[in-house]
């Protein structure tokens, strides 16, 4: 059952942004459609679809979270470096 647009993904996925989604739907659909012609399971084709989507998504907030940390790292150099020079 791949998805045809956005509004079609599963609820838990809506709290993130619009490009977030677009990608979401576009991994989940060319993961089916490759399952789908190897194995003729939609039922496989839907579990593997889902667990794409899921692992992009958890590589993108991995991804977040890093560039956060390093701001955050940045922002307490900057103001060391600052307390140094008076």
């Known amino acids: 059952m791949p998805y045809a647009t956005t509004?079609?993904?599963p609820k838990t996925y809506k709290k993130y942004s619009q490009i977030v989604q677009?990608?979401?739907v576009h991994v989940f659909n060319s993961t089916y459609k490759k399952v789908?012609?190897?194995?003729?399971?939609k039922t496989d084709a839907e579990r593997r679809a889902m667990m794409a989507m899921n692992s992009v998504l958890?590589?993108?907030l991995i991804k977040n979270s890093e560039r956060n940390s390093q701001d955050y790292m940045n922002h307490m150099v900057d103001r060391w470096?600052?307390?140094?020079r008076g």
């Open 7 to 9: 509004s079609e993904l």
């Open 22 to 24: 677009r990608q979401l």
């Open 36 to 41: 789908y012609s190897e194995t003729k399971s």
């Open 58 to 60: 958890k590589k993108r």
């Open 81 to 84: 470096l600052g307390n140094l």
